[in-house]
């Protein structure tokens, strides 16, 4: 009799498992709306780079969209998601209610940690490397509920991620700001150093009156080949003591030495020396010209930070809008009770294979 009793009792266990497994996942479980949307995250800021383009085409998103799509799923999955969507929706409350089923509600006593655990089996975000869309899914008891919360994430997210890129600009202004200041006094500095220069010398751009002396010089050089030749043909028919011959002489050697000097003021080893003045002039017009050029990029850097603040540099682009569920989607009631027959039809026959091992040895 006992014998007999047993594969009774053992088909009778598996029935009731099998039973109530189907009475808590197809009457019981509760019931969740899944609402979906699909965003991308686009860079309003600046035109994207060649390099981001080639990634675009290999089907690959740029570094920047990979970084914002991780900083939305973190901020989406985080603890302050979820405070500010539990103040708006009492996420909490709805956890604890009976809009639950008795296994799957929250305890009253439950800590932070364990709600926001449970908080993000009802939030999915995944984001495809391949298109750089990135999923959202929100579950709720109510399909409205459902979207009405995953439309609010879509512009808490959007916010935060203008938010993080303010933040970001603003310790660039700064940095930059700085930079300014610095620049323009050098080029206040360069500027005052080169007028000072100009007031010391009395001059207002050397390299002319290097120019010019090098005509006037010239010019000399070429009277005196002038005033030579004149000589020489004179003293062929004059007298050595002629007064017109003397008269030529007297002016050729001076303007031997007006060359002379002239020459010595534009290359002389003097400090007041042209060449020297124009050397100095042109190393202090070099660094004006250099730091005026500094000067301009930081304040164009500038510019571009402010309105960079100013603007709304990134956005969500919406590819497919929240929806509103029009039937359940978990539990897969069909999926689930042809899940639980096969997964109780193997116990039983792995139980029924140990209970016949175990009466063989006993034989």
């Known amino acids: 009799m006992k014998i007999k009793q047993k594969p009774n009792l053992k088909t009778a266990l598996f029935i009731g498992v099998f039973l109530l497994l189907n009475i ?60 500010i969507l539990d103040k708006k929706f009492k996420l909490i409350q709805h956890y604890k209610s009976d809009a639950l089923d008795f296994i799957e509600r929250l305890g009253d006593d439950v800590t932070m940690e364990k709600a926001l655990e449970f908080y993000n089996t009802r939030v999915l975000v995944n984001y495809d ?19 009405e919360i995953l439309e609010f994430i879509l512009t808490q997210v959007e916010e935060k991620i203008n938010l993080l890129n303010k933040i970001k600009a603003q310790k660039q202004l700064s940095f930059i700001l700085n930079e300014y200041k ?26 002319i009156d290097a ?24 003293i062929t028919y004059l007298n050595a003591d002629n007064y017109e011959l003397s008269a030529l002489k007297t002016e050729i050697d001076e303007l031997i030495d007006s060359i002379a000097r002239k020459k010595g003021n534009l290359s002389g080893s003097g400090d007041a020396s042209l060449n020297k003045i124009l050397f100095e002039y042109e190393k202090l017009k070099m660094q004006l010209d250099f730091d005026i050029e500094v000067y301009k990029n930081s304040l164009l850097q500038l510019e571009n930070i402010k309105l960079e603040i100013m603007q709304k540099a990134k956005m969500l682009s919406i590819v497919s809008k929240p929806h509103l569920p029009d039937g359940y989607t ?30 063989d040895h006993k034989e």
């Open 24 to 83: 808590y996942f197809l009457l019981i479980k509760s019931e969740l709306y899944e609402s979906k949307t699909a965003v991308v995250v686009r860079d309003l800021s600046t035109a994207a780079p060649a390099s981001n383009l080639g990634l675009s085409l290999l089907g690959m998103g740029s570094s920047s969209q990979l970084q914002d799509s991780m900083i939305l799923k973190e901020y989406i999955e985080s603890l302050d998601m979820f405070l």
């Open 129 to 147: 490397e391949t298109s750089s869309i990135i999923h959202i899914s929100f579950l709720h008891t109510n399909p409205k509920k459902a979207k």
């Open 182 to 207: 610095k620049n323009k006094k050098k080029m206040d500095d360069s500027t005052a150093k080169l007028e000072a220069f100009q007031n010391t010398h009395q001059l207002l751009d050397p390299s």
């Open 330 to 359: 978990y539990p897969n009631k069909p999926k689930v009770f042809i899940t639980i027959i096969i997964v109780m039809l193997l116990l039983y026959g792995i139980f029924s294979m140990l209970l016949a091992i175990i009466k």
């Open 211 to 234: 120019t010019s002396s090098n005509s006037i010089i010239a010019g000399l050089q070429e009277k005196l080949t002038q005033k030579k030749i004149e000589y020489k043909t004179k």
